[in-house]
């Protein structure tokens, strides 16, 4: 059984209604729009004639009937416009219901509506569309929150709450048109990430999301199974080792836009689901990477927002290069005063206990210096800086560092905090790898449960030959969070991963007996639209009392009628 509202009630009345006089609320066939309402606001004044005869279509957002004529307005995907309907417009015969009844009555806020007609200028300075012929195009039966504003204009009771936000995003979209701009931001720097790289000649590709062998990442993966061929898959937590075996294959360039998924927890920038660039360029190491980085993020920057430097919080964040690089150990040791490049593992878990860090038996000597990182250094980096030079436990997918022995050749791009895009010098000495892979199946018997796994098939791959290469990540959510100033990643997903939503219990007849209600006013109840007992403790007493027995009589029940003192025990 569905639980309606009052509302809710009406409007599906209100759609048998339209059905009964003809009127499809729901029609099949195009509505055809040569006009949006950011075209009109934008060029109405510079060229008046071109808007005598226009069709526009969208959803009816505010209304104001004034007896034979009424002004409203109607939101498309660009904006709001102000239409003007007179009756004898949209009715000009004789018989007046479709102003009558359809528009002043059947209609309301949130119904799809057509409307042609010409553009003109109210007393007041409105640019405004004058009704010559109105179309139903489609009957919402659930009614939009309703968005207070002050005389100048000013939200101060929208549809806030997070929670509804994200899992009815759809009505996020409708009632706060500022959130379309965080997506279409979100879009431009996809498209223009895709274009530079497209000038550069690297190409655009796809991999497998069902992996067979989860790798690329040190993450826990999700787990599924194919039927068909009876074998446990993974939903990837990177495509990094698909796009190398394309180098390998002969292309010099490649890169890929996709969603990634990873079996951890959610926060305020992770989200089990994310999206991810990756981007591998043969011949190039990660010093050239850094640098191509820099031009890419301040072109993106540039374009979406005519300046390098961007807003995030209270700081203002320059992503003009050069930025700054400083090794993994340097930046400990800045911060913490404590060198560790020497450290044993042992001797890292010291520091860990002296400075407050919890560890655990499965973290070797790479997870040990991750971890003092991240507690103490990560935060300090606010203007993008680079994190260079990795202990060679940390990353068993980059190539060894050319000068300084136990590390290797990685960077980490941090802004206001936080991680957004992730590069090596790629290592492709096959024998080097597998060792690299052996050391990580140590760290997953002792309990490691984001080690990587062997995968055969890749290093296979690397046996034929890769030449150098130099690979990045990017992290789409994060680089999108900075550039719109959200400071969590559900405000940049339309989709985020929420909880189940709680089911609502509908009592019984038996949970109503339970409260002292006889059982033959139970329809009566029903009848009401009350069907949990939560809705039957948010009655007034009186006026249950006085529905109830109207209920009765209406539905000819075979009961009496309460009493007062009844109804109020039953509320208690």
């Given at each position: 059984?569905?639980?309606?509202?009052?509302?809710?009630?009406?409007?599906?009345?209100?759609?048998?209604?339209?059905?009964?006089?003809?009127?499809?609320?729901?029609?099949?066939?195009?509505?055809?729009?040569?006009?949006?309402?950011?075209?009109?606001?934008?060029?109405?004044?510079?060229?008046?004639?071109?808007?005598?005869?226009?069709?526009?279509?969208?959803?009816?957002?505010?209304?104001?009937?004034?007896?034979?004529?009424?002004?409203?307005?109607?939101?498309?995907?660009?904006?709001?416009?102000?239409?003007?309907?007179?009756?004898?417009?949209?009715?000009?015969?004789?018989?007046?219901?479709?102003?009558?009844?359809?528009?002043?009555?059947?209609?309301?806020?949130?119904?799809?509506?057509?409307?042609?007609?010409?553009?003109?200028?109210?007393?007041?300075?409105?640019?405004?569309?004058?009704?010559?012929?109105?179309?139903?195009?489609?009957?919402?039966?659930?009614?939009?929150?309703?968005?207070?504003?002050?005389?100048?204009?000013?939200?101060?009771?929208?549809?806030?709450?997070?929670?509804?936000?994200?899992?009815?995003?759809?009505?996020?979209?409708?009632?706060?048109?500022d959130v379309k701009e965080v997506f279409v931001t979100r879009t431009k720097i996809i498209s223009n990430m895709r274009r530079y790289f497209d000038d550069h000649g690297w190409l655009e590709v796809e991999t497998p999301i069902l992996q067979a062998v989860h790798g690329g990442a040190a993450a826990r993966p999700f787990n599924t199974h194919h039927n068909t061929?009876?074998?446990?898959?993974?939903?990837?937590?990177?495509?990094?080792?698909?796009?190398?075996?394309?180098?390998?294959?002969?292309?010099?360039?490649?890169?890929?836009?996709?969603?990634?998924?990873?079996?951890?927890?959610?926060?305020?920038?992770?989200?089990?689901?994310?999206?991810?660039?990756?981007?591998?360029?043969?011949?190039?190491?990660?010093?050239?990477?850094?640098?191509?980085?820099?031009?890419?993020?301040?072109?993106?920057?540039?374009?979406?927002?005519?300046?390098?430097?961007?807003?995030?919080?209270?700081?203002?964040i320059n992503f003009a290069g050069p930025y700054r690089r400083i090794s993994m150990y340097d930046s400990i040791l800045e911060y913490t005063g404590i060198d560790v490049s020497a450290m044993d593992e042992n001797g890292l878990r010291e520091v860990c206990k002296n400075l407050g860090i919890d560890t655990d038996p499965s973290m070797g000597k790479g997870k040990?210096?991750?971890?003092?990182?991240?507690?103490?250094?990560?935060?300090?980096?606010?203007?993008?800086?680079?994190?260079?030079?990795?202990?060679?436990?940390?990353?068993?997918?980059?190539?060894?560092?050319?000068?300084?022995?136990?590390?290797?050749?990685?960077?980490?791009?941090?802004?206001?905090?936080?991680?957004?895009?992730?590069?090596?010098?790629?290592?492709?000495?096959?024998?080097?790898?597998?060792?690299?892979?052996?050391?990580?199946?140590?760290?997953?018997?002792?309990?490691?449960?984001?080690?990587?796994?062997?995968?055969?098939?890749?290093?296979?791959?690397?046996?034929?030959?890769?030449?150098?290469?130099?690979?990045?990540?990017?992290?789409?959510?994060?680089?999108?969070?900075?550039?719109?100033?959200?400071?969590?990643?559900?405000?940049?997903?339309?989709?985020?991963?929420?909880?189940?939503?709680?089911?609502?219990?509908?009592?019984?007849?038996?949970?109503?007996?339970?409260?002292?209600?006889?059982?033959?006013?139970?329809?009566?109840?029903?009848?009401?639209?009350?069907?949990?007992?939560?809705?039957?403790?948010?009655?007034?007493?009186?006026?249950?009392?006085?529905?109830?027995?109207?209920?009765?009589?209406?539905?000819?029940?075979?009961?009496?009628?309460?009493?007062?003192?009844?109804?109020?025990?039953?509320?208690?």
């Open positions: 059984m569905q639980l309606l509202s009052e509302q809710e009630i009406e409007r599906r009345k209100d759609r048998e209604e339209l059905m009964k006089l003809g009127i499809n609320p729901y029609p099949a066939e195009s509505y055809q729009i040569n006009v949006t309402a950011a075209d009109i606001h934008k060029n109405y004044e510079n060229n008046k004639t071109d808007y005598k005869d226009i069709s526009i279509a969208g959803r009816l957002m505010s209304r104001r009937i004034m007896g034979s004529a009424s002004f409203a307005e109607i939101q498309d995907a660009t904006g709001r416009l102000q239409v003007y309907v007179r009756r004898d417009d949209i009715c000009p015969d004789e018989d007046k219901t479709f102003y009558n009844t359809v528009f002043k009555k059947l209609l309301g806020i949130g119904d799809f509506i057509g409307v042609k007609g010409y553009i003109f200028t109210t007393q007041t300075g409105e640019i405004s569309l004058h009704v010559t012929e109105l179309k139903v195009l489609s009957k919402a039966v659930k009614p939009l929150p309703v968005v207070k504003r002050d005389e100048d204009g000013n939200v101060f009771d929208g549809f806030t709450d997070p929670e509804l936000r994200y899992r009815q995003r759809y009505v996020d979209l409708t009632v706060n048109p061929l009876d074998m446990p898959l993974y939903l990837r937590i990177a495509n990094e080792l698909y796009l190398k075996r394309l180098i390998v294959g002969g292309f010099d360039g490649v890169y890929e836009f996709g969603k990634m998924f990873r079996n951890e927890g959610m926060d305020r920038t992770h989200n089990p689901e994310f999206t991810s660039m990756e981007i591998y360029v043969a011949y190039k190491d990660y010093i050239w990477m850094m640098e191509m980085v820099e031009e890419l993020l301040e072109k993106i920057t540039q374009s979406i927002h005519g300046t390098t430097i961007v807003t995030v919080g209270d700081k203002e040990l210096v991750d971890e003092i990182f991240g507690a103490k250094v990560e935060d300090n980096l606010i203007q993008p800086t680079y994190i260079t030079d990795y202990p060679i436990e940390m990353t068993p997918l980059a190539k060894k560092h050319r000068s300084k022995e136990g590390l290797v050749e990685r960077f980490e791009l941090f802004v206001n905090g936080k991680e957004i895009a992730n590069a090596y010098s790629e290592l492709n000495d096959p024998i080097d790898q597998r060792e690299r892979f052996e050391e990580q199946l140590k760290l997953a018997a002792r309990g490691d449960d984001e080690a990587m796994a062997m995968d055969d098939d890749f290093l296979r791959a690397l046996e034929y030959g890769m030449p150098p290469t130099s690979g990045l990540g990017i992290g789409i959510d994060r680089l999108t969070m900075m550039l719109t100033n959200k400071t969590t990643i559900q405000e940049v997903l339309f989709f985020p991963q929420m909880r189940p939503e709680k089911k609502v219990k509908i009592a019984t007849d038996e949970d109503f007996m339970a409260l002292g209600i006889a059982p033959g006013l139970i329809p009566a109840l029903r009848d009401l639209n009350i069907h949990t007992i939560e809705q039957l403790k948010e009655q007034d007493a009186n006026k249950l009392f006085n529905d109830v027995c109207g209920r009765r009589k209406k539905l000819k029940l075979d009961a009496s009628n309460p009493t007062k003192e009844e109804v109020e025990g039953w509320l208690e």
